[in-house]
């Protein structure tokens, strides 16, 4: 199994910046990507960023210059910095990876999700 811990979430002023963290750990091979979500009540879940185990990366048109994703492939941990929050940022924030567990068995594992809130 796999575990997905997110970490850095919180309340922040419209403007003000965070950094979210997820480390990964359990029976992990390989990483192929890792990626962060969020979501809103009655909305579905949405891409704010990924990146794969070579480094590229992808970001949603809405976030694009004000969040940069990035890896420590040592520590099997994603980050997320983002900037310039706006009061429509705030959601519950969710990691994603795409993990090889087995020699033939790759799985997607999500965590449990942490909530920035932006409000003044």
């Known amino acids: 199994q796999v575990q997905l811990v997110e970490s850095g979430g919180g309340l922040v002023q419209p403007g003000g910046s965070l950094r979210l963290s997820c480390a990964a750990s359990?029976?992990?091979?390989?990483?192929?990507?890792m990626a962060w979500y969020r979501q809103n009540p009655g909305k579905q879940r949405e891409l704010v960023a990924a990146?794969?185990?070579?480094?590229?990366?992808n970001y949603a048109a809405s976030m694009k210059g004000r969040v940069t994703i990035s890896t420590d492939n040592a520590k099997n941990t994603v980050y997320l910095q983002m900037n310039s929050l706006s009061p429509e940022d705030t959601a519950v924030y969710y990691c994603?990876?795409?993990?090889?567990?087995?020699?033939?068995?790759?799985?997607?594992?999500w965590g449990r999700g942490t909530q920035i809130t932006v409000s003044s």
């Open positions: 990146i794969t185990s070579g480094g590229s990366t």
């Open positions: 359990g029976s992990i091979l390989t990483i192929y990507g």
């Open positions: 994603y990876a795409d993990v090889m567990v087995a020699f033939d068995r790759r799985r997607d594992y």
